[in-house]
């Protein structure tokens, strides 16, 4: 299949560290276009699908690379230390990739993963919460609804959405399903104007009375179909993983940001000594330098201990499900206060549309958003705890 990786761990992440180097410099100069148009520039998302990244957590049986979950944190870190929403759309994809690709049958992997003509895997972006509705037909579902953030849709081959299955009409006790569409079938609404990962092209999208084959649908309750150690780790740890990437990633590219500017700048009356020469400034660095190292030593010892339950044949508990969950939550409101000190730090010249800090500072601020990562997990943790 497409995109084999090696079998080894260290190698696997080796050559997934490779594939973010190689689109580096693709992937940064097209920044500004997603600032501006709201979606990645179809060359940054042609390289991100090129490279293979969209099958970080793909089967390998279909070719993919079934990173672990430290692995994943690495690579998408890496990523988000050029581009945020890059990394987001790139998330997103990775983990609809990989759901399609463990629980799709062999008939619906026949449709969607081969295509010889392709040069890499399918991209696929999605939804999972189930806004829409899935009436029952012969070989299929009618499926109908909108749903919001549909990131990196704009530069997908395929979409997912999530609907319920109405009352009285459900087939062998089904509720909710995964419905695949191809994105020529989906309404894309122009509607992503934000303040934050404006790249991301996290636009609404919808359809109506859309028939959807049963072989291009799953259930929520289904158990994979392929997929080995990695699909043992369940919702919702099994997307916490990239959300604690991205934080940290973004958190890394505003340090060097305002690193490199401390001393080329200065605050106050011009002439007077630069940023970096503050005392204060230097106190600063100190503690983000050492609380970045804290939140990825927890985030990897916690993500770790989680891949050796997984490798040992059994379910993560509530309780460690809970703490994956809560170590995200941490980890980005962490990050976003990094990225705040380091924003704050530059003074006046961080307003500036150019300057790449304010951009960390409107990314991680969306991202911080985001469900998976609210503060309120924390709580949850240590109501468990």
């Known amino acids: 299949m497409l995109n084999t990786w090696p079998d080894d761990r260290l190698e696997k992440r080796e050559a997934l560290l490779s594939a973010v180097s190689s689109i580096s410099d693709i992937v940064a100069r097209n920044v500004s276009f997603g600032e501006e148009h709201c979606y990645l520039h179809p060359d ?6 090129d490279s293979g990244l969209l099958s970080l957590k793909l089967p390998s049986e279909i070719g993919g690379a079934e990173a672990d979950p430290v692995t994943q ?6 990523l988000a230390s050029i581009d945020t929403s890059a990394a987001w759309c790139t998330m997103v994809s990775a983990t609809n990739v990989g759901s399609a690709g463990a629980f799709l049958s062999d008939t619906g992997i026949d449709i969607v993963f081969a295509d010889e003509s392709s040069t890499s895997h399918p991209s696929i972006v999605g939804v999972g919460m189930p806004f829409g509705e899935a009436i029952p037909s012969e070989n299929g579902f009618f499926v109908t609804g909108r749903w919001p953030y549909g990131s990196g849709i704009k530069g997908s081959e395929w979409v997912t959405a999530g609907a319920k299955v109405l009352s009285g009409a459900q087939p062998s006790g089904v509720s909710e399903i995964r419905a695949l569409f191809r994105k020529s079938e989906v309404n894309i609404i122009d509607n992503w104007n934000v303040a934050g990962l404006r790249g991301s092209g ?9 028939h959807v084959p049963l072989a291009l649908t799953w259930s929520g309750d289904d158990l994979p179909l392929r997929g080995g150690d990695l699909y043992r780790i369940k919702r919702p740890a099994f997307v916490v993983f990239g959300h604690a990437g991205i934080a940290i990633g973004t958190a890394k590219r505003s340090l060097e940001e305002i690193k490199s500017l401390s001393f080329s700048r200065t605050r106050g009356v011009p002439g007077q000594t630069s940023i970096g020469d503050s005392p204060h400034f230097q106190m600063m660095l100190g503690n983000i330098d050492l609380k970045m190292r804290s939140i990825e030593a927890l985030s ?7 891949w050796d339950v997984a490798k040992s044949g059994n379910i993560l508990s509530e309780k460690e499900q809970f703490r994956i969950r809560a ?28 300057n790449p800090l304010q951009q960390c500072f409107r990314d991680m601020h969306a991202a911080a958003q985001h469900f998976m990562v609210s503060p309120d997990h924390v709580s949850s943790y240590g109501a468990i705890y």
């Open 44 to 49: 940054s998302w042609d390289a991100i699908h």
């Open 73 to 78: 944190l690495e690579v998408l870190t890496a």
């Open 202 to 210: 996290s636009n609404d999208y919808e359809v109506s009375e859309l």
């Open 300 to 306: 990897k010892s916690v993500f770790e201990q989680a």
């Open 327 to 354: 170590v995200g939550a941490w980890v980005t409101r962490e990050s976003l206060d990094i990225v705040d000190s380091c924003f704050h730090a530059a003074g006046g010249s961080a307003l500036n549309m150019d």
